[in-house]
């Protein structure tokens, strides 16, 4: 069978657990991003699948739809999101995540390795409650050291920006940071000052996991400490796949409407 770019692919090697799309061929390598994981693969063309449906994990999104809030006597002011990427079509489901929640969000497309650099200028002019920060990631383990950030893919680009960011403002309260993709390096990112982080086992993540915390912390009331359990149980993967720390949400409440 030949295979086109844009066609939906598994990998027989894997079980076909994974869908991916193919991005790009080049000398008899297919080049993959996974549907709805964050994760990069290639693949030679005896090993792929073409996929008869897409499966865009519709009893999960279902579960993670927006709740109406009570607007009858209150009025709310979420706080804003900035989203930084390192995948265009993952920013815009996460940026249309975040416009169902009617959640004040901008989204710029970068390279993990750029995000470091130009980090501080975006926060100066975006001014954000709470910055993502993700893309891609993968952690080597023919190198069998997880601690070794330099085993990751783009776990170091990841530290860097946190730091910068945490260099701009220092209080985890003030900016909420969200950080990281498939398998990063979850211990060095909260050291280095993520309010969340993934991934506590090494695992893959939802391409909407960085938005569905980003946007619990938007909702919640900036006068409380967050349930982290409950916002960690609404991610694909819950403890596995993203862990954080406890810190108050962003969003406050006004009265009367």
Sequence with gaps: MEFKIGDIVTRNSYNNDTLFRITKIHEDIYYLTGINVRLCADSVKEDLKLSEDMRL???FLERIKPKELNRDDYFYLPGKILHIDGDKEYLNRCLKYYDDFNIMAAG??????EIP?????LLKEYNPDIVVITG???YFRKRQDEQNINYYKNSIHFKKAIEEARRFEKSHEKLVIVAGGCQSNYEELIKAGANFASSPKRVNIHALDPAIVATKMSLSDIANDIDIKDILENTKYGKDGIGGIITKGTMHIGYPR
């Design 108 to 113: 710029i497309l970068l390279k993990e390795s």
């Design 117 to 121: 650099n130009k980090i501080c200028e």
């Design 57 to 59: 994990d519709e009893e």
């Design 136 to 138: 891609h990631d993968a």
